[in-house]
Nanobody
Framework: QVQLVESGGGLVQAGGSLRLSCAAS????????MAWFRHAPGKDREFVAT????????HYRDSVKGRFTISRDNAKNTVDLQMNSLESEDTAQYYC??????????????????????WGKGTLVTVSS
């Protein structure tokens, strides 16, 4: 049974930092592209960042470039999202997702959520201004 479990969310002031982590089990982690999506109240789910199965390639939403960094540890089956210079617009439920060996334009978009094979239950990030 595949499980993706997110952690690290919380309340932070604007300009602060948080590090989200996603622990994966029940799948061959090193074969999966991992991604972070977010869903804010009243908005559609958004693509945030993705990293390919080997960790060689990454891609980010324009609004988080230079502030967020995605990384993975295939030995520990974890993928992290370091979030710096947080803004109130970053407030959302953040979800970890996995897609088997996908690396194409589709998964770099909000619609890429349809291409994900597995999802975690999310962790809440609240940025106060």
């Amino acid at each position: 049974q595949v499980q993706l479990v997110e952690s690290g969310g919380g309340l932070v002031q604007a300009g602060g930092s948080l590090r989200l982590s996603c622990a994966a089990s029940g799948l061959t982690f090193s074969s999966y592209t991992m991604a972070w999506f977010r869903h804010a109240p009243g908005k559609d789910r958004e693509f945030v960042a993705t990293i390919n199965w080997s960790g060689d390639w990454t891609h980010y939403r324009d609004s988080v470039k230079g502030r967020f960094t995605i990384s993975r540890d295939n030995a520990k089956n974890t993928v992290d999202l370091q979030m710096n210079s947080l803004e109130s617009e970053d407030t959302a439920q953040y979800y970890c997702a996995a897609a088997l060996r996908r690396w194409d334009q589709t998964i770099f978009t909000d619609s890429g959520s349809d291409a994900m094979d597995y999802w975690g239950k999310g962790t809440l990030v609240t940025v106060s201004s």
